[in-house]
């Protein structure tokens, strides 16, 4: 008769980091998921376009600067966003601390100019088909920067509590951070068709 090995299992940590844990899975699928939507949105604008007569429709181009400062606040949240996902991967507390105190106003900061876009359009949303469009993908679009603005100040909150020292904490740091890198790729397209296409 065989002998049974048996394995000590009790050494292994109790949740995986990285691409070893599910909520990197779900959060990379729920970006899968989220950035075809906006794949779609971006389709739906062309293949509108490509029916009007003249683009955008019965309305100037929109102002550029709500959407301009707005991009640029973006781009600058990248660097201490990837500092965090680093020191989140050191594990290094205060350091995350800090860097999550941060990322709360720059996650913060982008919906001040986004509130004065939509006035920079020049169109209600149910004026036309463009006005539709244009609309949606800033909706869309302010909707992921609000989610991440209230997971990113929960994650404040638990790194700052007696939770804050545990590693699975540190994995949903690296994953909120990844998550706002999504979110910040996904405006650039999307800038591009509010305010630069209609420049064309």
Request: hydrophobic share 55%; glycine share 8%; charged share 15%.
């Amino acid at each position: 008769m065989k002998e049974r090995v048996v394995a000590d299992l009790s050494k292994l940590p109790l949740h995986g980091l990285g691409s070893a844990s599910l909520t990197f899975w779900g959060t990379s699928a729920f970006m899968l998921i989220e950035g075809m939507g906006f794949a779609l949105a971006i389709v739906v604008y062309f293949y509108l376009m490509s029916l009007a007569p003249h683009w955008p429709i019965e309305a100037p181009a929109p102002d550029l600067l709500p959407g301009t400062i707005l991009t640029l606040l973006l781009l600058v949240s990248i660097v201490p966003n990837m500092l965090v996902a680093r020191w989140a991967k050191q594990r290094d507390l205060r350091k995350v601390r800090v860097g999550l105190i941060v990322m709360t106003l720059l996650g913060a900061s982008p919906l001040i100019p986004r509130a004065f876009e939509f006035r920079a359009l020049h169109i209600g949303w149910d004026d036309d088909a463009y006005g539709s469009i244009i609309w949606t993908m800033l909706g869309l679009h302010a909707t992921h920067i609000i989610t991440d603005l209230i997971d990113t100040i929960v994650l404040a909150c638990l790194m700052f509590s007696k939770h804050g020292d545990n590693a699975r904490r540190y994995g949903d740091v690296e994953d909120n951070a990844l998550y706002w890198n999504f979110v910040v790729l996904a405006w650039l397209p999307l800038y591009g068709c509010i305010y630069w296409v209609p420049r064309l």
